[in-house]
């Protein structure tokens, strides 16, 4: 039999799914420098990227978590 998987806790979730989110907006700001876009609008996408991308980011690492399922990996 398997032992238990340990409970995560609710903040380090949160904080897994923002470093995501935020890796996700820094995808952005390669291709907005590329592009030559103004500062400001480049400020502001990233926000939204990440403003957005947390919660769908935290909801699909607490379900993992629940279910058990370890996060992937590569070898």
Known sequence: MSAPTPAVSKGRLWFNSFIMA???SCGYLIVAL??????????IAMASITL???PIFYWTNSRRARMGTPPRRRV
């Open 22 to 24: 935020l890796a996700a």
């Open 34 to 43: 590329m592009s030559q876009h103004q500062v400001l609008t480049i400020v």
């Open 52 to 54: 957005v991308l947390t």
